[in-house]
């Protein structure tokens, strides 16, 4: 395993939901011997345990309600979560599929399967984020534009301006302020507002 994989193991926080038992030692055992940092909790914990990157749990239909209630209470971005499952059938995997689960490992715990899982998750969660970074951004993107828009459309119609025109009064407002055309925009927009609304008290 390379030098820059392991350090970036080693940065993952892990929490694990499992008994106590033989397997649950053996899992906690061999991601310590990894480097992560590893958080073993049971029974389920109410809240979620912060911070946590990657979430292994036991699939068992006993706890799955309790499971499937603390990955919701995740804030974004959720963790990657892993399942351990003693063998594989419809029903186990079902429960597999409920927790949007991106790996799984079987029973008994081995060092080459947990390390395998452990990358594909790490890999497949930071793709996830960057996703979700993108999107973000492009919501944001969208939401200036739409206040841009907005502006432009009250200075034409106060002002007798053309699109052009009101654009290029946004940019020339928000040059000299030496602010962001969507902060202009918004500065306009509350202004309207706040005008239309002391026009319709009188």
């Not at 960057?130 to 492009?138: M, S």
């Not at 007798?160 to 030496?178: D, G, I, V």
């Amino acid at each position: 395993m390379s030098g820059a994989l392991l350090k970036d193991l080693r940065d993952l926080s892990v929490t694990v939901l499992h008994p106590s038992d033989t397997d649950g030692e053996s899992l906690v055992s061999h991601l310590r011997r990894i480097g992560c940092r590893v958080d073993p909790r049971w029974p389920i914990p109410e809240e979620p345990p912060e911070p946590t990157d990657i979430l292994i749990t036991t699939v068992d239909r006993d706890v799955h309600d309790q499971v499937k209630a603390l990955i919701k209470k995740f804030g974004e971005p959720k963790p990657a979560i892993m399942a351990v499952v003693n063998y594989e059938n419809p029903a186990t995997l079902q429960l597999v599929l409920e927790m949007e689960a991106l790996a799984v490992i079987g029973k008994p715990i081995r060092p080459f399967g947990l390390l395998t899982n452990l990358v594909l998750s790490r890999n497949l969660l930071l793709s996830q984020r960057t996703a979700a970074e993108r999107i973000r951004k492009l919501e944001a993107k969208i939401a200036g534009q739409k206040k841009i828009a907005k502006a432009k459309s009250i200075l034409m119609e106060t002002q007798a301006l053309s699109e052009k025109e009101a654009y290029e009064s946004l940019r020339a407002q928000a040059m000299a302020k030496r602010i962001s055309m969507e902060q202009i925009a918004v500065a306009i927009i509350n202004a309207n507002e706040l005008l239309s609304f002391r026009l319709k008290g009188d």
